[in-house]
C-alpha cells in the first residue's frame, strides 16, 4: 500500500472517472481512492486522485481554476454539445469568416451566465441531469455565475461544409467547455460542438506531473499529502505549542494569512490540519494526523 497523497493521472479517452479511481484502488492496494472532479469519457488530460488519508483533502481542495485545450467543430449540434451526442441540426459553416468566429469566442470571456449542458452531473429534484436525459426526460438547467480567464483560438481550418476551431481555455471550476462550443455555435447562427477535449491543468497540477495508467502500473507516483498541501493552499507554520494544540483540534489564537482555508505545518514539517478564520481565533476545518 502506498503512502497517503495524491496521484494525478493523464486520463486516457473512453474511460470514466470512476474507471480510473477502480484502477488506481488496485494499484495503490487500497480502497480509499477518490477524484477532485470529473472528466467526461470522451475528455482526456488531468484528474487528481487522492489516496487514503488525501481523500478527506479533495474537498477542500483550492482547484478552483483549470485549463484545457479543445476543438470545437461549427456547423453540428449535437444532443449532448459534445461528438458522443446525436446530431440534431446541421447547417454549412464552412464559409464563416474568422475574424467573425473569433470575434464571437472572445464574447465568452469574462464573468458569464452559463446554461450548463443539459448532460451535466448536476442534481435537479435529486436526479443527475444526464439519467433524466438517458431516461428521455427534457430537462433545463439554469444558468450559473462562472468566469472564463481566457480563451485564444489556435487555429481554424475548414472540413467539408463544417468549420473546426482549436481553442485554449482558462476558466473557473464549474465551467463546461462544451457549452462554450454549443453556444458560440448559436450566436454564429450554425450551430456547434465538442469533437475533442484535453485538460491541461487543474489548480496548480499539469500535464508536466501526470502519469497514464500504464505508466502508474510500473510505479505509482504519489505527491505526499505535505507536499500536496503546501501546493495548494496558503501555509503556515507553527511552533511547538501551537503544533500541540493542533493535534487536540483545538483553536488558536492567531491570524491566518488567508480567508479560505489555510494549511498549518509543525516545526518539523508535519502536515497536521487545514484552519481558517472565525472572528479572531482559527479554528480546525479538518485535522489530518494520526
Known amino acids: 500500500m502506498v503512502d497517503p497523497g495524491l496521484v494525478v493521472v493523464d486520463?486516457?479517452?473512453?474511460?470514466?472517472?470512476h474507471d480510473v479511481v477502480a484502477r488506481v484502488r488496485r494499484l495503490a492496494g487500497t480502497r480509499k481512492v477518490g477524484h477532485a472532479g470529473t472528466l467526461d469519457p470522451m475528455a482526456t488530460g488531468v484528474l487528481v486522485l487522492g489516496v487514503d488519508r488525501a481523500t478527506r483533502l479533495l474537498g477542500h481542495l483550492v482547484l478552483t481554476e483549470k485549463a484545457y485545450d479543445a476543438t470545437?467543430?461549427?456547423?453540428?449540434?449535437?444532443?449532448?454539445?459534445?461528438?458522443?451526442?446525436?446530431?440534431?441540426?446541421?447547417?454549412?459553416?464552412?464559409s464563416l469568416q474568422p475574424d467573425a468566429v473569433r470575434e464571437s469566442l472572445e464574447q465568452q470571456v469574462g464573468e458569464i451566465m452559463q446554461v450548463p449542458t443539459a448532460v451535466s452531473a448536476i442534481k435537479v429534484d435529486g436526479k443527475r441531469a444526464y439519467a433524466r436525459v438517458r431516461d428521455g426526460e427534457q430537462v433545463e438547467l439554469k444558468a450559473r455565475p462562472v468566469t472564463i480567464h481566457s480563451l485564444e483560438v489556435l487555429d481554424q481550418r475548414v472540413v467539408g461544409d463544417r468549420l473546426d476551431v482549436d481553442i485554449r481555455v482558462r476558466c473557473s471550476s464549474g465551467t463546461y467547455v462544451r457549452a462554450i462550443a454549443r453556444d458560440v455555435g448559436a450566436a454564429l447562427g450554425v450551430g456547434g460542438h465538442l469533437t475533442a477535449l484535453r485538460r491541461t491543468a487543474v489548480g496548480p497540477f499539469d500535464l508536466s506531473v501526470a502519469r497514464t495508467l500504464d505508466e502508474l502500473a510500473d510505479d505509482v507516483a504519489v505527491l505526499p499529502i505535505a507536499d500536496a498541501a503546501r501546493a495548494t493552499f496558503p501555509v503556515l507554520d507553527l511552533d511547538d505549542e501551537q503544533a500541540a494544540h493542533v493535534r487536540f483540534g483545538r483553536a488558536l489564537d492567531l491570524e491566518l494569512p488567508s480567508t479560505g482555508p489555510v494549511a498549518v505545518f509543525a516545526p518539523d514539517g508535519e502536515f497536521l490540519a487545514l484552519y481558517e478564520q472565525r472572528g479572531s481565533r482559527a479554528k480546525p476545518v479538518a485535522v489530518f494526523v494520526q
Open 11 to 17: 486520463k486516457s479517452p473512453g474511460m470514466t472517472s
Open 72 to 94: 470545437v467543430r461549427l456547423g453540428v449540434s449535437t444532443t449532448t454539445d459534445d461528438a458522443e451526442g446525436e446530431v440534431v441540426a446541421a447547417t454549412p459553416a464552412s
